[in-house]
């Protein structure tokens, strides 16, 4: 009688190449997480590489510009630090006695000769704008040329001239109308010495008057570097009243050394768009630039999309971390921020003594 085997599998646990198959599903689970971790540690490693390849060339680039920061000298010499003051009235004749009135025609021209009264540390003044009292001729719409020009050693006008501006007799009260007062702005008569005498000159080319104007006729007590003027041959001579005056105003502004500057960038007349002329620390305050440029403007090879830029301030020596001073004490904080395409910020910090 053969004997039945019996073969029980329930307990024998599935094998797939010798391993079971909860082996080798952990297998697969280790591996994947290595694979997970490797794959994380490579773009770490990247990323690491990126951010000190960016750090290499910020500090590069940064520490470019701090060295040509600190070879510049600490401050503008006292006789350099120049200050321009608002808009005034430097000169004027508002009288309102003693007046008459004439036209402007092409056979007689008027003007004024006029030197401010500035103060005694006077460098240089500037004219902004001219008014003068005037209204319409007649019911034509002439053009009267209002003129700028330096005054000769007779307080007459020169030939050159500065600056020109049309007065539209359009812009005029019509008489019986009151006189107004017409407001002729000019923009170059600029950086004037403080011994230059001017001569306001108007003149037309029409065969009509081209504006009435008022003067007073004087005398003349409280002006003594004002003239009016007269040319009834257009201009070859001239004649100089100097106890009569026209109804003006002439407005500007006037530079006199700063006896304590603080500078917020580059001094007049260096350039504030080009480091090629910055010789001091102060001219370098808010500059920014990108790509960074070397400083006769040329970009700096292998930078585009990076931005290089400058905060200058004036900081306490007990406290040269602290917040800016509102006065120059001896010392200047410097900071040079770089920052690469990704936005990532690479800063130099430097102090610079008095």
């Not at 008022?214 to 002006?223: D, E, I, L």
Request: glycine share 6%; with cysteine.
């Amino acid at each position: 009688m053969t004997a039945l085997r019996h073969h029980d599998n329930r307990l024998r646990p599935t094998t797939l190449k010798g391993f079971t198959l909860a082996e080798s599903v952990l297998s697969l689970l280790i591996v994947a997480t290595m694979l997970v971790a490797a794959l994380n540690m490579v773009g770490s490693a990247a990323r690491t590489q990126q951010i000190l390849v960016s750090r290499t060339k910020g500090t590069a680039v940064a520490q470019e510009l701090m060295t040509e920061i600190l070879q510049a000298r600490y401050k503008e010499p006292v006789d350099m630090a120049v200050v321009e003051s608002a808009e005034d009235t430097l000169c004027s004749c508002v009288a309102n006695t003693g007046l008459s009135e004439s036209t402007v025609s092409s056979s007689l021209w008027w003007g004024e000769y006029f030197k401010p009264a500035l103060p005694a540390d006077a460098i240089s003044w500037n004219v902004t704008k001219v008014i003068i009292h005037a209204r319409k001729a007649g019911l034509t719409n002439g053009q009267t040329r209002a003129q700028l020009r330096p005054a000769t050693a007779q307080n007459t006008p020169s030939n050159v001239v500065l600056e020109e501006a049309i007065v539209e007799e359009s812009t005029l009260p019509v008489p019986p109308d009151y006189y107004t007062w017409k407001s002729i702005p000019f923009t170059s008569v600029t950086n004037l010495s403080p011994a230059q005498g001017l001569c306001l000159v108007l003149t037309t080319l029409d065969e009509n008057p081209s504006m009435e104007l008022r003067y007073f006729t004087g005398p003349v007590t409280n002006m003594p570097d004002t003239a009016m003027l007269q040319s009834t041959n257009v201009g070859a001579s001239w004649d100089v009243y100097t106890d009569k005056a026209l109804r003006f105003m002439i407005y500007g502004t006037v530079t006199t050394p700063d006896v304590n500057p603080i500078y917020t960038g580059p001094e007049l007349p260096e350039s504030s768009s080009s480091r090629a002329d910055w010789d001091d620390v102060d001219d370098y305050e808010g500059w920014s630039a990108s790509p960074p440029q070397l400083k006769d403007g040329t970009p700096i090879a292998d930078y585009s999309g990076w931005t290089r830029e400058v905060a200058v301030a004036y900081v306490d020596p007990l406290d040269p971390n602290g917040l800016s001073a509102s006065e120059d004490l001896g010392l200047k904080r410097i900071i040079v921020r770089a920052t690469d395409p990704q936005g990532r910020k690479t800063a130099l910090f430097a102090l610079r003594s008095q």
